[in-house]
């Protein structure tokens, strides 16, 4: 079952993201041939991150909390909110890729 994550950091997390974001990467990267897609959550400029948005697909709801206790930026307290939700996809994916 495919679960989206959506997190937003807690309005002083800027730094903590920063220095937590190489292990919150390696922590992902492990599980790559699971995950839809991720990435960070922006203001409007594009570049300032304030959350992450997260869509990876789990045995259950069980398995996906249990990932997501252990995820470098839970365990250091960066998020603000915390929204966990089941997700189906209906529509092929056609932009949103990273650049090549």
Do not use: C
């Not at 730094?15 to 599980?31: E, N, S, T």
């Not at 995950?35 to 709801?61: H, Q, Y």
């Not at 470098?72 to 209906?90: D, E, H, I, R």
């Amino acid at each position: 079952m495919i679960f989206a994550f959506h997190l937003i950091d807690r309005p002083d997390g800027a730094d903590l993201r920063q220095r937590v974001r190489p292990a919150h990467k390696d922590y992902l990267a492990a599980m790559a041939d699971r995950v839809a897609f991720a990435g960070p959550l922006t203001e409007d400029d594009g570049k300032t991150m304030i959350g992450s948005l997260l869509v990876i697909d789990f045995e259950d709801r069980a398995a996906a909390m249990r990932w997501m206790t252990d995820e470098p930026f839970t365990k250091a307290g960066l998020y603000q909110t915390v929204s966990v939700l089941p997700f189906t996809n209906l529509w092929p994916q056609k932009a949103g890729f990273p650049p090549a």
